[in-house]
């Protein structure tokens, strides 16, 4: 689904280069719930970026979904973000003056849905993460939980490959925070492949496969049994 | 997409309603001050009678005095004495000519309940109201022949017309001039021509002042010996009486020629050319300058019916919609980087940076509409305010479909230009940056 090869990504000012990445691989296969763990400054988010086709990479290649990404335009990178991947952020990142119906609509139309086909994937995605009833609402009436919900129904809208997810949990309350990730575990049961940047251990060891970045680079990878997901009742 | 960006466009005027008023209301001062004065250009600087107005002509020829004269000098008058004008009269090369002279008449209205007033009139030619496609209520004008005999008919403004005798059609009614029974041949209806090119010289408000009262033959006229309302040149001493005056080189009476066809032009200026050079062997027209044709917009030109002060004007308040544009660009720099989250966001969701910038440039569009609106409600208060000053003015002031779609895309433009710098600056967010800053 997701290889990066020899991966570097440098920073440069006027003054000094940051290597934020350095001789980076990674493999992550389809369906896979890959988390992905360091200290500060790592080169987590950075690796997260690269991979959400939010930032260029400085050298090596990166293969997502069979596509070589490398040297695209702004807007063959954009239409492969819309098609293949969906974000979840740890600030939620919705738009404050849509409703949850408008926010979960945006990627859709970007992808250039009609308007049947738009209402239905919203519907399908808001029931998925049990907001159907709050479609009209703005996300100032709902809860943090409630609010990442509606970032990962609109992330799952567009049916993308390969969700990726930046601290989704860090702004919840332990509570919260069990309802998403038990949310996460049942979509990638699912078949969609999640790749989720954490600092919490506990979440780091309830995924198939962690994996360590330090000073920009790979340092251990766990495969670990894929975790038995049980149906369950959403709470946030 | 178009459609959705629209409506963001709409919902966004709501995001900050301060910010918003204030760029709305900006655009709109700016726009409005550009298009009241371009109006007022526009209505003064039109084609009065655009079908014809390479065809009817105006002919100057200096007959003034040879003192004093160094060649090249400006003519003595733009009007021509009565003997050119009663010569030109009976050229053959134009379809239609006319002479005419502002007069001033006193009317004995038949009503007692209307006591004696004067009226200020027109003498001209039968040709007239053809040529300049004078409209007429009831009756027509009077004939060729009637011309010929000097007889005593007149045309009513329609103003004139109701004032004397209501809505009812007066023709072939007598009305009492200057102790002189006329009848009434036709009733003009309300005749808006702007500006009014045939009669520039002579009125109180030029190009923009009423229409006439009533119009007499020009030989009636003359028969009469009716008072003359308007310029006239004279250099020299002349004798005493009508007669002599008739006889003078005052200048005193405008001209006009309607030809078929604007390629005959070539022709009347040669018989402009040859009628001079007859008059200079009977020693007259010593100053040899060069006789002019002018049309109609050249007329205009001449006779600076658009003055150097209402184009100033209209820089004036360009450069006022630039000032506020300028103005406009640093709000919406403001409105725009408290969006750049926004960019972020959809960027991620899969919008390139030219979808983010129609996205952004439509909004601005939206605003620009927005500007409109007000900005043409701002100039028709203008336009009113405007012509309170003067009755010329009022007949300027006033906008036309043309004007009204103008304000429209003059706004658009206005903001769409002062929407691009910051509109390019919200494309250029790194997404990446600011989702994280959330």
């Known amino acids: ?236 | 997409m178009f459609q959705y960006y629209f409506m963001l466009g709409l919902r966004s005027l709501r995001r900050n309603p301060a910010l918003t008023a204030l760029m709305v209301l900006t655009l709109a001062v700016g726009v409005a001050a550009s298009i009241a004065t371009l109006t007022i250009l526009h209505v003064m600087s039109g084609d009065p009678i655009p079908h014809k107005s390479d065809r009817l002509l105006v002919p100057v020829i200096d007959n003034g005095p040879l003192a004093g004269y160094t060649a090249g000098d400006e003519p003595n008058d733009r009007q021509l004495s009565y003997r050119d004008a009663t010569n030109l009269l009976a050229n053959k090369v134009a379809g239609r000519s006319t002479a005419l002279y502002g007069i001033s008449v006193a009317v004995e209205p038949a009503r007692k309940d209307l006591p004696l007033f004067n009226a200020r009139g027109l003498a001209a030619t039968s040709d007239f109201f053809n040529m300049f496609e004078v409209p007429f209520r009831y009756g027509q004008g009077w004939s060729p022949a009637e011309d010929k005999s000097a007889a005593d008919v007149v045309v009513l403004s329609r103003k004139l017309a109701e004032k004397l005798y209501g809505d009812s059609d007066p023709v072939g009614q007598r009305l009492r001039i200057n102790g002189q029974q006329y009848q009434i041949t036709g009733v003009l209806d309300t005749w808006n021509v702007v500006p009014r090119f045939h009669r520039i010289i002579g009125t109180p408000d030029g190009a923009f002042g009423d229409e006439d009262e009533l119009y007499l033959p020009f030989a009636t006229s003359v028969r009469h010996e009716t008072q003359r309302n308007g310029n006239s040149s004279c250099s020299g001493d002349i004798a005493p009486g009508y007669q002599a005056y008739l006889d003078s080189e005052c200048t005193w009476i405008q001209f006009w020629f309607e030809l078929r066809s604007a390629r005959e032009r070539g022709a009347l200026q040669d018989y402009l050319n040859s009628y001079a050079t007859e008059q200079r062997k009977l020693g007259r027209m010593q100053r040899q300058a060069p006789n002019k044709l002018y049309d109609v917009r050249e007329w205009l030109d001449y006779m600076k019916v658009v003055g150097n002060d209402n184009k100033l004007s209209a820089w004036l308040a360009f450069g006022f919609l630039v000032l506020c544009l300028v103005n406009t660009i640093g709000l919406l720099l403001a409105k725009f980087s408290v969006r750049a989250a926004e960019v972020g966001i959809r960027r991620a969701l899969g919008a390139s940076r030219r979808e983010i910038f129609q996205q952004f440039l439509i909004e601005t569009t939206v605003i620009g509409l927005a500007g409109g609106l007000l900005g043409l409600l701002l100039a028709f208060g203008a336009l009113a305010l405007i012509a309170m000053q003067s009755k010329a003015l009022t007949v300027v002031a006033h906008m036309d479909w043309q004007m009204l779609l103008l304000t429209f895309a003059l706004s658009v433009l206005a903001a769409v230009v002062a929407g691009l710098l910051p509109t390019w600056r919200a494309c250029q967010t790194t997404p990446a940056l600011q989702l994280k800053s959330q």
Do not use: C, W
């Open chain 1, 1 to 236: 689904m997701l290889r990066m090869k020899n991966l570097s990504k440098i920073y440069r000012t006027h003054m000094i280069e940051t290597h934020a990445l350095r001789g980076f691989e990674i493999n992550v296969q389809q369906g896979e719930f890959v988390t992905v763990t360091g200290p500060s400054g790592s080169g987590k988010t950075s690796f997260l970026n690269i991979a959400g086709l939010l930032e260029e990479f400085t050298d090596g290649e990166y293969i997502l979904d069979g596509i070589n990404v490398k040297g695209m335009d702004d807007n063959a990178r954009s239409r492969l973000r819309n098609e293949k991947l969906g974000f979840i952020f740890q600030g939620f990142n919705l738009i404050p003056d849509l409703s949850l119906f408008d926010n979960v609509d945006v990627p859709l139309r970007y992808r250039g849905f009609n308007s049947a086909e738009r209402k239905e994937r919203i519907e399908d995605a808001l029931a998925k993460v049990g907001l159907s009833s709050r479609m009209k609402h703005y996300p100032a009436e709902l809860s943090g939980g409630q609010q990442q919900r509606v970032a990962i129904a609109r992330a799952l809208a567009g049916s993308p490959k390969l969700l990726l997810a930046d601290e989704p949990t860090g702004n919840l309350d332990t509570q919260m925070a069990r309802g998403v990730m038990e949310l996460l575990e049942e979509i990638n049961a699912q078949g969609t492949t999640i790749l989720m940047v954490t600092h919490d251990p506990e979440l780091a060891v309830r995924s198939q496969r962690n994996v360590h970045i330090i000073d920009g680079q790979v340092a251990d990878l766990v495969r670990k049994a894929p975790t038995l997901v049980q149906p369950h009742s959403h709470t946030a």
